[in-house]
Structure formats: C-alpha cells, structure tokens
C-alpha cells in the first residue's frame, strides 16, 4: 500500500486548513457532519481510485488526533 500521497501538495497548507475550518463556521453538528461526507464524497469520486481510497480510510483510522 504505497499509492497515497501524504505528503502536502498545497503551496500554502495553512491556507488549505483554514479553508476547511472556515467550511464548518457556523453550522451545527449536523450541518457540518452533512458538509463532511458531501466533501468526502467529492473527494472520493476525484481521486477515482478503490485501492487509494481504501489506503486512505486505512491510514486516517490509524491515525491519532494530534494532542
């Protein structure tokens, strides 16, 4: 399982991250839940690629909410 990039390909990261903050500012916890999986969805759907999703879901279970 090699075919996800994790590292960044935003020329600016910290303006990636805000945008999605800024996504969910002001909506409730089902309205953002709703943007979340609309967006991963879309995500999902670019990216096009079982094997690299299925990756992805991997790692992102594996990984732990930073401190």
Same mark, same amino acid.
Request: hydrophobic letters at 50%; charged letters at 25%; aromatic letters at 2%.
């Given at each position: 399982?090699?075919?996800?990039?994790?590292?960044?390909?935003? /020329?600016?990261?910290?303006? !990636?991250?805000?945008?999605?903050?800024?996504?969910?500012?002001?909506?409730?916890?089902?309205?953002? /839940?709703?943007?979340?999986?609309?967006?991963?969805?879309?995500? /999902?759907?670019?990216?096009?690629?079982?094997?690299?999703?299925?990756? !992805?879901?991997?790692?992102?279970?594996? !990984?732990? !909410?930073? /401190?």
């Amino acid at each position: 399982m090699d075919n996800l990039v994790t590292q960044t390909r935003f /020329a600016d990261p910290d303006a !990636a991250y805000h945008a999605l903050v800024d996504a969910h500012r002001g909506l409730s916890e089902e309205e953002s /839940a709703d943007v979340n999986i609309r967006l991963i969805l879309l995500l /999902a759907n670019h990216i096009g690629d079982l094997d690299v999703l299925k990756e !992805a879901i991997a790692t992102a279970k594996k !990984a732990k !909410a930073p /401190a």
